[in-house]
C-alpha cells in the first residue's frame, strides 16, 4: 500500500478523518490527502485526539479563509509536536512545504514519525469514527444541523384506517405546504410562549436579543403568511398562491440576519447555561413544558433557517404536478422568486462571515485606519516581493488582495504587520511576464501593475509558477470585478456599489445580494444591475453631460443651477467622522460651525452628501443633518471699547472673508482675532482640528 494511503488510514483511525472521506474512494490521489490537510485544522484536531488539551482551539481559526491564518494553524501543529510531542526540529516538515504543497512527502514522514511516538502508541482507537466531530460546518453544512429536528417538527401523521385510493398529487402539495406552514408557526409562537416569555426574568436584555435575534419579526411575518396561505387555498382554490410567495420575498429576508447570527445566538446560550445553574434549570423546565422535553432551545433555534430553505422544494414539487399552464407558470416565477430567497440569505450569511474575518485580518494591520470592507471582498493573501519601477530594488512583503485594492504589508513580531502601500488597482493595469529559462528558479515569477498614466508601477515577483497563476487569475478577477465588461454598455456607467435598502437587478428583476458591494449602479441614472446582466439592462435614461453632478439639493428651499455654479451650505453641528460615511462612499469631512461647504453630491432621498469645506480645502462625505443652506447676507464686525462700538464691513468670495481688499481669513473666528487681538500672541490654536478630536 503506498505511504500516503497508510498515512490516511492512521488518520481515520485517529478519528481526523471519516470512514467515508474522498481519500478512501479508488480513484483517490494524494493530492486529495493534501488538500484535506493544508490548512492545519486537522492536525491540530490530530494533537488534541492523541493527547487533550495538546492544542487549543480556541487559538486556531477553524475555517481559515486567508493563507496567513492557514500558516498560523500549520505552525501551531508544528510547535506542539516539538512541546508536547518530545519531536526533534528535524523531524519537522515547514509551513510552506504543506500550504504550499511543495513537498508533501516530508508531510507524510513527519506524521508517520508522530504515529511512531509514545503518547500516539498509548492511545487506542476504534476503527469507526463518530462523525458529530465535524470541524467544516460551512454556510451550507449549517444548515444540515438542525435538519432532523425539522422533520420530525413538520412530519404530518396519516390515519391509519385510510384506504389506499389514487390522490390527487397537486392536492397533496398544498396540503403538505399548508400543514408543514402552520406547525411551523406553532413553533415559532411556542419558542415565544414557552422560553422567551419565561427567561425574561433571568436575562438581560442583550442576551435575550443575541439569543432569540429577530425571532419575534418572523413569528409575526409567518402569522400573516399563514393566514393568507389558508384563504387562499380555502376560498380561491390556491390560484393566487403564486403572488403571495412573490409578494412575501422581500418580507422574507428577515431571514438573511437570523441565519448569519444563530450559530452565535447557540454559542451565547451555551455560555450562559454554563455559567448559571438557574438558567440551565429554567431552560429544562420549559423544554417539558414547550414538548415534554423532546427538544431544547439550542435544537428549536435551528429550526427557522430550514424553514426558509424548504420553500423552494415545496413550489418545486407543486409545479411538477400542476397540469394547467397558465398556473403552472406562475408558479413558475414564484418558485423563482423563493429560490433567490435562499440564495440572497446564504450570500447575507456568507457575506457577515467574511465581514467577521476582514475586521479580525484589519485589527493584526497597526496603522490601518479605514474599514477594508471599502475595498470590497478578500480575493488572496501571502508574500511575495515586491520591486518599485522607480527604485528597482526588491522587498519582503506580505500583500492582502481586495476587489478594488491591493494592501502591501510588511511583518512585525508575531502575527501584527504594518501597512507600507495601498495601491488602488482602478489606476493600474495588469501585465504578465514569462520567466523563460528562470522558470526553474525562486522568486523569478513575475508580473507587472503598471500605471494608466505611464507614471509608474510595481514588480511583483512570486516564489513559484503555481503561486503567480493564483495570484494572476485573482488580480484579473479583482479588475473584472471593479471594471467589468459591460459597464459602459447602452450609455450607462456601472460602478461598484453598496445598496443599502433591498434592490433588485433592472434586468432580471433577482434581488442584489449580500450585506455589501451586492452590485453595480449607473453613477447617472442610479440603475442597480447584477455584473452578469450589464449587458442585458436598459439604455441609460440620463444624459452623459450630467455625470457626477448634483441631482436634488436640500428639499427645502434650495434651488440653484448647475450651470453656474455649486451650491454652498453653512455648518451648523460640528461633526468629527464619527459616525463614519456608509462603506461605499469614502472618506469623512471634519466641519466646524461655521464653516462654509461647497456641495459635490448630494441626493434628497439620502442622508449623506460629499462636498469641500471652504476653509480647509478638504473633500470628503458628512451627515446632511450637519448643515443648512447658506445665506450670502451682508456681515459685519462689531468691536466695542470704552462705550464706544465701531463696525466693520465683512464680505465674502472664493471661500475667503475680507474686511478689505489686502485683508483676507479663512474664517469669521480668524478675522476677529487678527483685528481684536492683534497686539497678543497666540499660543493655543482655537481651531486647530487635532486638539479637537483629541
Not at 454652498?568 to 462603506?583: N, T, W
Request: charged share 30%; proline share 3%.
Amino acid at each position: 500500500m503506498e505511504l500516503w494511503r497508510q498515512c490516511a488510514g492512521w488518520l481515520i483511525q485517529c478519528r481526523v478523518l471519516p470512514e467515508n472521506h474522498r481519500v478512501t474512494w479508488d480513484n483517490a490521489q494524494v493530492c486529495d490527502l493534501a488538500h484535506a490537510l493544508r490548512d492545519g485544522v486537522l492536525l491540530c484536531q490530530l494533537l488534541n485526539n492523541l493527547l487533550p488539551q495538546s492544542v487549543n482551539l480556541r487559538q486556531i481559526n477553524l475555517r481559515p479563509q486567508m493563507s496567513q491564518h492557514s500558516l498560523k494553524n500549520i505552525r501551531t501543529f508544528l510547535c506542539a509536536c516539538q512541546e508536547k510531542f518530545g519531536m526533534k526540529k528535524n523531524e519537522l516538515f515547514e509551513a510552506f512545504d504543506l500550504f504550499d504543497v511543495r513537498d508533501f512527502a516530508k508531510v507524510i514522514d513527519t506524521l508517520s514519525i508522530l504515529s511512531q511516538t509514545p503518547l500516539a502508541l498509548q492511545r487506542g482507537f476504534r476503527d469507526t469514527v463518530e462523525e458529530d466531530d465535524d470541524l467544516y460546518d460551512c454556510v451550507e453544512e449549517d444548515e444540515n444541523e438542525g435538519d432532523d429536528i425539522y422533520e420530525d417538527l413538520m412530519r404530518t401523521e396519516e390515519p391509519e384506517t385510510q384506504q389506499k385510493v389514487e390522490v390527487d398529487k397537486r392536492s397533496c402539495c398544498l396540503q403538505e405546504l399548508r400543514q408543514t406552514e402552520e406547525k411551523y408557526t406553532n413553533t415559532l409562537e411556542s419558542i415565544l410562549q414557552h422560553f422567551l416569555k419565561p427567561l425574561q426574568p433571568f436575562l438581560q436584555p442583550v442576551d435575550i436579543e443575541n439569543i432569540f435575534i429577530n425571532i419575534q419579526d418572523l413569528a409575526k411575518t409567518h402569522r400573516s403568511l399563514l393566514h393568507e396561505l389558508q384563504e387562499s387555498m380555502l376560498h380561491s382554490r390556491a390560484e393566487n398562491l403564486h403572488q403571495i410567495f412573490i409578494d412575501y420575498k422581500e418580507r422574507l429576508l428577515l431571514y438573511g440576519r437570523y441565519c448569519s447570527q444563530v450559530e452565535a445566538a447557540t454559542k451565547h446560550l451555551d455560555k450562559i447555561t454554563s455559567m448559571h445553574e438557574d438558567v440551565k434549570m429554567k431552560l429544562e423546565e420549559c423544554s417539558m413544558r414547550a414538548n415534554s422535553g423532546r427538544f431544547s432551545l439550542r435544537d428549536l433555534l435551528m429550526v427557522p433557517m430550514q424553514r426558509v430553505l424548504k420553500y423552494h422544494l415545496l413550489l418545486q414539487e407543486l409545479v411538477k404536478h400542476t397540469v394547467d399552464q397558465q398556473e403552472k407558470e406562475n408558479l413558475r416565477t414564484a418558485l423563482d422568486a423563493m429560490r433567490d430567497l435562499a440564495q440572497c440569505v446564504n450570500e447575507v450569511k456568507r457575506d457577515n462571515e467574511i465581514i467577521r474575518q476582514i475586521t479580525t485580518f484589519q485589527l493584526c494591520i497597526e496603522n490601518m485606519s479605514l474599514s477594508l470592507a471599502l475595498y470590497g471582498r478578500p480575493k488572496i493573501d501571502g508574500e511575495f516581493k515586491i520591486c518599485n519601477l522607480e527604485k528597482k530594488s526588491k522587498q519582503d512583503r506580505y500583500g492582502f488582495l481586495f476587489d478594488k485594492a491591493l494592501l502591501v504589508c510588511k511583518k512585525r513580531s508575531g502575527e501584527s504587520l504594518e501597512l507600507k502601500e495601498l495601491i488602488e488597482l482602478q489606476h493600474y493595469q495588469l501585465r504578465d511576464e514569462p520567466s523563460g529559462e528562470k522558470d526553474s528558479k525562486k522568486w523569478t515569477h513575475t508580473f507587472l501593475l503598471m500605471d494608466l498614466y505611464g507614471q509608474g508601477g510595481y514588480d511583483l515577483f512570486f516564489k513559484t509558477r503555481e503561486l503567480k497563476k493564483k495570484w494572476l487569475e485573482q488580480f484579473e478577477m479583482a479588475l473584472s470585478n471593479m471594471c467589468p465588461e459591460n459597464s459602459t454598455a447602452n450609455g450607462h456607467d456601472f460602478q461598484m456599489h453598496c445598496f443599502e435598502d433591498t434592490t433588485s437587478c433592472k434586468a432580471c428583476r433577482m434581488l442584489l445580494r449580500g450585506i455589501f458591494f451586492q452590485g453595480y449602479r449607473c453613477s447617472r441614472c442610479r440603475m442597480a444591475a447584477h455584473k452578469e446582466c450589464l449587458g442585458r439592462v436598459p439604455a441609460c435614461g440620463r444624459n452623459s453631460e450630467l455625470s457626477g453632478t448634483l441631482k436634488k439639493v436640500c428639499a427645502s428651499k434650495l434651488f440653484m443651477s448647475l450651470t453656474f455654479c455649486l451650491p454652498k451650505m453653512e455648518v451648523c453641528v460640528d461633526y468629527y467622522g464619527l459616525p463614519p460615511p456608509p462603506l461605499e462612499f469614502g472618506q469623512p469631512l471634519l466641519l466646524s460651525v461655521g464653516d462654509t461647504v461647497e456641495l459635490t453630491r448630494a441626493e434628497v432621498d439620502l442622508q449623506w452628501w460629499e462636498g469641500r469645506n471652504l476653509t480647509i480645502g478638504e473633500v470628503g462625505w458628512f451627515p446632511c443633518s450637519k448643515v443648512h443652506p447658506f445665506v450670502d447676507t451682508p456681515l459685519c464686525l462689531c468691536l466695542r471699547f470704552s462705550m464706544d462700538t465701531r463696525h466693520i464691513k465683512v464680505t465674502y468670495s472664493e471661500g475667503l472673508y475680507r474686511i478689505n481688499e489686502k485683508k483676507t481669513f479663512k474664517g469669521l473666528l480668524v478675522s476677529v482675532v487678527n483685528v481684536s487681538f492683534k497686539m497678543l500672541s497666540l499660543q493655543f490654536p482655537f481651531n486647530s482640528r487635532e486638539a479637537k478630536i483629541n
